[in-house]
């Protein structure tokens, strides 16, 4: 799943299904951060960005 520390800035994540691009413009303020001391989601949670109900791709 595409999680808020995977994205970088000047990156496009796409969706295979419906084609959906999303460019990051600024990255997620707990980036620098491991994923588990994130404090962007709950405890046992992840942050994750999906769409049409699949995980957003990375465009090369």
Sequence with gaps: ???CHEMKE???WYCES?????????PCKH???????CGC???GE???F???GQDLKLKQ
């Excluded at 419906?18 to 600024?26: A, N, Y």
């Excluded at 980036?31 to 001391?37: F, I, P, V």
């Design 50 to 52: 999906t769409c049409c």
């Design 46 to 48: 992840t942050c994750g």
């Design 18 to 26: 419906c084609g959906v691009e999303l460019k990051v413009v600024k």
């Design 31 to 37: 980036g620098h951060k491991d994923a588990d001391e």
């Design 10 to 12: 000047g990156q496009i």
């Design 1 to 3: 799943m595409a999680s």
């Design 41 to 43: 989601h709950e405890e």
